[in-house]
């Protein structure tokens, strides 16, 4: 591809902590010097600040709140492989990731089905004013009955219905964010008035859902809404997106099925009467980047490799997003007529496949295949991006190790940079102006 003289526009990148705050590279070729601690956070604040060194626009950490149980009943082979779990605390995790950092947007992941919407309101408020305008809310609903049994209910509400309830509660965390007038706080040591209650507002929330009173114990934080990401693939979860996501996670396996999925994000942005440019669709990618091109696609076939020989933790896998017993199908049998309460948008893609090729495409980590040596692969990147318009990418890897992220911070990224496609300095101090800076 011949680099034209055109300036090309420029595109996001982040990082998925896939697995969340949990043990990383263990079973790897490259598993650091001390596995056993890897509930302290030093791996991951080398990663913020490996992003923060490439100019990511965030750090986005999953999370979920239950040991898995779904594969043939039990919770043995998660635990086998520690897969999906264990996973700490990410609000745990931000504290360290801010104090390391300065310009990096971190955003834990906090269920609308496990906090209460006050608490929630207040935790991101704090987190909003210790990092200075740095963090954001991965709006989530929990899709799995051993997380809603943790907290004492039966199961969870029924697919769209959690959406429901997802749409109050983020109505109510807004208006307590919203509580505290811009300029309430006057900190005028004379009159005395350290802040003018006549702006500051007591919110009365009487939903179908909730009830709160309000406002929130603490001043307007320094970006007032932090920017709410979301990962909605189902239609309900799309329009819910629409009108409450700044940034969206999207799986799609190739350029037009990115470019489809852009257009109507873009189209439902515009329904809900939104600028479509202030939401950015970013797409999971998960490269390989060695020094040859024989080198990365040798480790993509060690993976493979090691997916083939232990089927069961792809399947375990399948089986904790749909709440289906995979361990249950031939797996060689294409599968048919599957219905879920939880991941409907993934289940969806699997009907007609094998339990075995599905548990191949898992260990590819699905996301983008992007294979190669760093100058390829930033080629590659700026071409699906050429052809679908934008947002950017969102690296993840839920066995990453240093080295992996020294391949992309310091191979591929400054390739990118070099080409003009991802910035080489933050211009604002806020990450929500980062983020819609392009």
Known sequence: MGHTGMARKQFHLSWFLSQGYGPKGWR?????SDT???MMPDLFVDLARSLERACFDYLIIEDSSMLPYQFNGSHDTYLKYAASTPKLDPSV????????TKHLGIIPTLSTSEYPPFLLARLINSFDHVTEGRIGWNCVTSSNDGAAQNYGHDGQLPHDERYDRAEEFTDLVTKLWDAWEPDAVLLDRDTPMFADGSKVHVVNHEG?????????????SPQ????????????????FAARWADTIIADAGNPEAMKRYRDTVRRNAVAAGRDPDSIKVLFLANPVIDTTLAAAQERRRMQQADANQHLDMQLANMSRLTNIDFATFDPDEPL???????HQSALAKWIGKTPRQ???????KQGLDLTGTADHVAGIMAEMMEEVGGDGFLFFNATFDRRYVIELCDGLVPELQRRGLTRTVYEHSLFKDNLMAF
């Open 358 to 364: 599905l548990g191949m495409n898992q260990a590819v």
């Open 36 to 38: 056993a601690r890897w």
């Open 28 to 32: 790897g070729p490259w598993p650091g």
């Open 336 to 342: 048919q007529g599957l219905e879920t309460n939880g």
């Open 224 to 239: 007032g809404r932090p920017p709410i990401c979301q990962a909605g693939g189902s239609a309900r979860g799309q329009l």
């Open 93 to 100: 995790l931000v504290a360290y990731l801010a104090q390391a």
């Open 208 to 220: 179908r859902y909730f009830r709160c009173r309000g406002p929130l114990n603490a001043p307007r």
